[in-house]
């Protein structure tokens, strides 16, 4: 692709609005015809000339019909992809460096024969599909954060190959990608001993549950002095006993060299995590200004606020 | 399957003569919904919402909402602990597996959003620090008919939070008779066996996602939302998620029936609970519930 | 599905193979049957899935069809020579293809290919088979652009069916140049069939197997005779003893004046013939683009132009028609040769004989008619002096033994005399009101100066008068119309298809092979556009846009619902019937609801319906159902069979009464 055409396209999909789901019509629908197209164009001259010359009526029959033949294959491409409904499905969040995959469905009636190219504005080639569907089509992670699906191009030449109708789509869907794990060797080291791991948990048998109605047998102590002082009924506090204890693994920020960079410091948290999540061990994440409760395997929370760390939107 | 039927028997010789309201009630908990009761007071509410729990066997708590309710009284406190030098969540009654709102619309608004959103979520977020809820959570709220005074009434974006919209309305002068023959239901409920247990419950509730809706129900419903938008009989149409609503319920009722597909006579059958207090009527001297029936009665399957 | 490109690729060579086969009939057999082994070559490495030759090999092999063609034709420039080198590297390109690109530039020569025929040929059959090829190239240019190969056939008939206005409308208001760019190529002898230009005994017995068209004539108002229709071409002065051949006196026939009585007007549509053009006797205008020349003969103005035309000409029916000779020109139309003693006494006898010039006419005429001359088409071949021999001998000949034999007679007889070369009759084909003359139709008479006219005289209706009256193949058997294989006389359907046949042929001749510049005009006038210019063109093309085009391109982006499935017609049909039998049934209603309402009916429809309406719940709603169901065209046709009869007034009273509370 040429410099100009680059800077062309990219203007035209910043244009673009984002939506969540759209159906091609005629002001998203481009068509230019295929260097076979051209090609085709030239025949049509020649034999033109041809005909010209020799006088042979025919040949003239024969020319105008494959420019006919051209201009035709512009309304059909077009009828490619008019009508076609586009959306984006949720992408299963990733890690960085490895390939998002995109559920994209693509909706026309099921009647009407059509062969679709879709793939990245940015990348050659692309899927072919011949029918409605759900295609995922893979985008390589450079980064971690929020990635948003970068513009499609859909395309398509069908049937006849000489003309090109595209249309390049900005949808509304965001995978969320992960840092990369990177091995923490400080593994066994940095796990929290059982002292900090009580110090995470509420103190047992002081878990709140609900209001009771205060009976003297249960003490002054449990009375919601907060209740009563709004509703004036004397209302006791129940307390709930405390879940088994459950190893409690904690994970912190700050646990590693101060001269660490922030990436390699979430690559080696992602990783602890992921090994914790394994473990089936409750976490307790603490970032700058963030503290995670985790429970046992689910490590998606964490996960997602290491990929959302500093980062609001990265493409 | 027998569980579910034998509570719904249970529950049925609990409270005379509302054996629909009690079915879609059913439904509305295996769909995994909250329940609005619309009624004036006195006709069993409660009654429901306390039989409802004993059978299913879930954890039941009440909260008489007022004017003076504040959202912490019913999500939950953090108190500080001088002796550990740190704060403590202390749980409010909205963490239990069956929450009876009572007389919902008398709360403040604060109150209210912050019940449905906890509702909604599944999960109590106090002090930037998160707390799910139990599972199952089902919130049974009732409310007075509009009208009273001192009310507050649900803003329309919070109501459709709720799956279904029931009233039970009066009993029947037979059903009545008999009510008041047999003295106090009290000592019957505290009685009531529970039918299952929330283990049960759940994975009827995932049961209920897995039956069968086809492309032309879907269709159908589609059809019905689509008709709902139209300008010339409510205020705004059905929302995407009104539909996903009515499916779910659809599903639960069809497996109360014993089918493994939703049919048309499903939808219909849930569609004016799970609809009519998503929707306003345009139309004079026509409440949504009769709007959406006449929805019902105009859209055709196929 | 998609295709294989596999299949796409033999489609493009299949397509190519298809697009030349015409040019068997055209080139030297070697070249399409080397191209045919090149295609067919690249088909079994596309088979056997091999590495194609490297480009160097390919290069040599080269340069020994190329060399070839140089030896045989002596040119690789013009039609043939150019056509047949087209073909040749056409052939190796095929060996270069490997990517999609590859094969479209072959298939875009496949395309310029299809021009190439053409350029002989332009008949009705030509045009079907350009149909066929274009059909088949577009085949392969939609299999080439990945589309399913089941629905690729279907894709490119349609797709050459959508183009065919806009193609149709260009062909029409497109403007056609009068002349060509460049100077036109050299047509071969092959291509103008018939009259050659000196006559000798069997040079136009040659022609008469022949039924080929040789040209049409259609008459405007006044039709002729057949005994009128003397074709005049080419005229015969110079005698060297065998041979007539055309001499260089100028003649200084004035041309007749317009204007008289009974004059025909028509249009030609022929092919010059060594620059002649044949005219009927005698002509009195020629229209645009011909010219009248000596001896009442007619030219293309362009003469070296050796296309087909069509011109108006003007005729007065006659058999002589007024030129002064000078004394000069008197000898030059006198000389004989030596040979033929015999003859030569016999006409210097009739010389003597007969001061009166008109006199000696009439008894040359009738001493011929005396002489039990035979009329056949397979004379015995003429030894030494062919007049004389011919005269005294064999006596069997032809049309040239009668003209060449009268002609040295009068001229002995000192009658100044020529030989006119042309066409006698022509069929009429009553469906398209035009005379058809074949090469069977050649024909050769005399022309003899007398009292300041040249009188035509035909010795060959004086032996055998029904040649004028009748068509050539009532005399000759050879020259009767056949048919094919079968060789017998044609029965009555086969002649009349026959003549559908060239009536197509001539209007496909007068439409579209003779659509050129000035009938493109003529058109224009017709359609009070004026001249071709680019307002008239663009107005055509405007105003054929709208007619033609814009339906086209509305009906292709108009976007239909999609069609209604057997179930909900079905469903629709049901609740119909029931409403007809007078239930209160409604779309709207459920399975359960439509069966309990229709409790009035009869219980087996009761039975009928409650299956026809769980079969639908089941097939509609069940896991796995779709509306694609083969199951559902029985059902509905189920639907369609049932027809419950109208329920009795009271339950119809009844439903009337609900709906009214």
């Given at each position: 692709m040429s410099r100009w055409r680059k800077a062309a396209s990219s203007w035209m999909l910043l244009r673009l609005p984002r939506q969540q789901q759209l159906v091609l019509g005629q002001s998203r629908i481009y068509l230019l015809p295929t260097p076979f197209g051209w090609g085709l164009l030239l025949v049509a001259w020649a034999v033109w000339i041809g005909a010209l010359n020799y006088a042979v009526s025919l040949a003239y029959v024969l020319s105008f019909w494959i420019v006919s033949l051209v201009l035709i294959a512009v309304v059909l491409a077009y009828r490619q992809l008019a009508g076609l409904a586009i959306r984006c499905g949720a992408a299963d969040d990733v890690v960085a460096g490895s390939h998002a995959l995109f559920p994209l469905q693509l909706q026309w009636p099921e009647e009407e024969p059509r062969l679709l190219h879709l793939g990245w504005h940015d990348e050659a080639g692309g899927m072919a599909l011949d029918r409605p569907g759900e295609v995922l089509l893979p985008r390589l992670t450079l980064q971690r954060g929020q990635m948003t699906i970068p513009p499609l191009r859909v395309y398509s030449e069908s049937p006849l190959g000489l003309v090109r109708a595209f249309a390049y789509l900005r949808l509304q869907a965001q995978v969320c990608v992960y840092p990369q794990p990177c091995a923490d060797e400080r593994a066994a080291a940095s796990l929290p001993d059982g002292g900090q791991s009580r110090e995470a948990q509420p103190v047992p048998g002081e878990l709140f549950s609900h209001l009771v109605a205060w009976q003297p047998e249960l003490g002054a102590r449990r009375i919601a002095w907060k209740a009563y002082a709004r509703r004036g009924v004397l209302l006791a506090r129940r307390f709930e006993e405390p879940q088994a204890a459950r190893s409690t693994c904690l994970l912190e920020w700050s646990a590693y060299p101060a001269q660490m960079a922030a990436e390699a410091r979430l690559s080696r948290l992602c990783w602890q995590l992921l090994a914790a999540g394994r473990r089936g061990e409750d976490v307790v994440l603490r970032l700058p200004q963030q503290e995670l409760r985790l429970t046992a395997g689910e490590v998606r929370p964490g996960l997602r606020a290491l990929a959302g760390f500093g980062v609001r939107d990265a493409q | 399957m027998q569980s579910i039927s034998l509570a719904y028997r249970q529950l049925n010789a609990l409270i005379l003569g509302k054996p629909l309201q009690i079915r879609l009630a059913l439904t509305c908990v295996l769909a995994g919904g909250h329940l609005l009761i619309e009624d004036v007071?006195?006709?069993?509410k409660t009654t429901l919402a306390h039989a409802l729990a004993g059978v299913l066997g879930l954890d039941y708590r009440r909260v008489q909402f007022t004017?003076?309710?504040?959202p912490a009284d019913m999500l939950g406190v953090s108190l500080f602990r001088p002796d550990e030098g740190r704060f403590e969540f202390q749980p409010g009654p909205v963490f239990s597996q069956l929450l009876l709102a009572d007389e919902i619309n008398r709360a403040s608004p604060k109150v209210q959003s912050a019940l449905l959103e906890a509702m909604e979520e599944r999960q109590v977020s106090i002090d930037g620090r998160t707390h799910a809820l139990p599972k199952p959570f089902f919130v049974i709220a009732t409310q007075n008919p509009d009208g009273q005074l001192g009310t507050f009434p649900l803003p329309e974006s919070q109501l459709d939070r709720f799956l279904m919209r029931i009233s039970l309305g009066y009993p029947s002068p037979e059903s009545e008779r008999a009510l008041l023959l047999a003295g106090d239901r009290r000592q019957a409920l505290s009685a009531l066996p529970a039918a299952l247990n929330a283990g049960e419950l759940l994975a009827l509730q995932q049961k209920a996602t897995q039956i069968t809706v086809s492309s032309a129900l879907a269709e159908y419903v589609l059809a019905l939302l689509l008709a709902s938008r139209k300008r010339e009989l409510f205020m705004h149409g059905l929302s995407p998620r009104a539909g996903l609503a009515v499916l779910a319920a659809a599903r639960a009722w069809a497996m109360l029936n014993g089918r493994d597909h939703v049919l048309p006579e499903d939808v219909k059958a849930v569609f004016v609970a799970v609809c009519a207090h998503r929707l306003q009527s345009r139309l004079p001297g026509m409440n949504s519930i009769d709007a959406a029936q006449r929805l019902l009665d105009h859209v055709p399957l196929a | 599905m998609r295709s294989e490109p596999r299949l796409a690729h033999f489609a493009v060579l299949a397509a190519l193979a298809l697009t030349v086969l015409p040019l068997f009939l055209q080139l030297p057999p070697w070249v399409p049957l080397l191209f045919a082994l090149q295609l067919g070559g690249r088909a079994w490495l596309a088979w056997q899935d091999r590495q194609l030759p490297h480009r160097v090999w390919l290069l040599l092999a080269m340069i020994v069809p190329v060399l070839l063609l140089w030896l045989s034709l002596r040119t690789l420039v013009g039609r043939e020579g150019g056509v047949a080198l087209l073909l040749l590297l056409t052939g190796f390109k095929a060996f270069e293809t490997v990517t999609l690109r590859d094969w479209r530039v072959l298939l875009g020569l496949g395309f310029f290919l299809a021009a190439t025929p053409l350029l002989f040929d332009q008949s009705l059959p030509s045009a079907l088979w350009l149909l066929l090829s274009l059909f088949v190239l577009t085949w392969a240019m939609v299999l080439l652009a990945g589309v399913d190969s089941a629905a690729s056939p279907r894709a490119a008939a349609l797709a050459l069916l959508y183009a065919m206005p806009l193609m149709l409308l260009l062909f029409v208001a497109m403007p056609r140049l009068p002349g060509p760019l460049w100077s036109m190529p050299t047509m071969d002898q092959r291509a103008t069939s018939g009259l050659s230009d000196s006559l000798a005994p069997g040079s136009i017995g040659q022609m008469i197997p022949s039924r080929e068209p040789a040209f049409t004539a259609q008459f405007r108002g006044r039709q002729p005779v057949r005994e009128q229709l003397y074709w005049r071409v080419m005229v015969f002065d110079r005698f060297d003893g065998a041979r007539w051949t055309a001499g260089s006196v100028p003649d200084s026939g004035a041309a007749l004046a317009s204007g008289a009585a009974g004059e025909l007007s028509y249009s030609i549509t022929a092919t010059p013939f060594k620059g002649a053009l044949p005219v009927l006797e005698h002509a009195v205008w020629a229209g645009e683009g011909v010219q009248q020349v000596a001896a009442q003969l007619l030219r293309r103005i362009d003469a070296r132009n050796e296309a087909r035309l069509r011109y108006d000409v003007r005729s007065v029916a006659q058999a002589a028609y007024p030129a002064a000779l000078s004394a000069e020109q008197r000898d030059h139309y006198l000389q004989l040769p030596a040979a033929n003693l015999r003859t030569r006494q016999q006409g210097e006898f009739f010389g003597r004989q007969f001061r009166d010039e008109a006199g000696r006419l009439v008894a040359l005429r009738a001493w011929l008619q005396q002489q039990g001359l035979r009329y056949t088409l397979s004379p015995p071949l003429l030894q030494g002096d062919v007049v004389d021999d011919f005269l005294f001998s064999s006596r069997q000949g032809f049309c040239e033994h009668f003209a060449s034999a009268f002609a040295t007679l009068a001229r002995a007889a000192g009658l100044p005399a020529r030989i006119v070369v042309g066409f006698q009759g022509g069929e009429f084909n009553t469906g398209g009101q035009f005379w058809l003359v074949r090469s069977s139709d050649a024909h050769a008479w005399t022309e003899v100066w007398l009292q300041g006219h040249w009188q035509r005289v035909d010795p060959t209706a004086l032996v055998a008068p029904s040649r004028v009256v009748s068509e050539v193949g009532e005399l000759v058997p050879e020259a009767q119309a056949v048919v094919p294989v079968l060789g017998r006389r044609p029965p009555a359907w086969w002649r009349s298809a026959h003549a559908q046949w060239q009536r197509a042929g001539f209007v496909w001749q007068q439409w579209v092979v003779d659509y050129d510049a000035r009938r493109q005009q003529s058109l224009f006038q017709r359609l009070g556009l004026g001249r071709v210019g680019v307002g008239s063109v663009m107005t055509v093309l405007l105003l054929g846009g709208v007619v033609l085009v814009l339906p086209l391109l509305l009906w292709l982006l108009w976007r239909r619902p999609p069609p209604r499935s057997y179930p909900v017609r079905g469903w629709q049909l049901l609740v119909l019937r029931l409403q007809q039998a007078g239930?209160?049934?409604?779309?709207?209603?459920?399975p359960a609801q439509l069966r309990d309402k229709a409790k009035g009916l009869a219980p087996s429809l009761q039975q009928q319906l409650a299956r026809l309406l769980a079969d639908w719940q089941q097939w509609r709603y069940a896991e796995g159902a779709t509306d694609a169901d083969p199951r559902w065209r029985g059902w509905w046709w189920q639907v369609r069979h049932f027809r419950p009869p109208r329920l009795a007034a009271s339950g119809f009273s009844a439903s009337g009464k609900a709906t009214m509370d």
């Open positions: - | 007071p006195g006709v069993g004017s003076d309710l504040l | 239930v209160a049934a409604q779309a709207s209603d459920t």
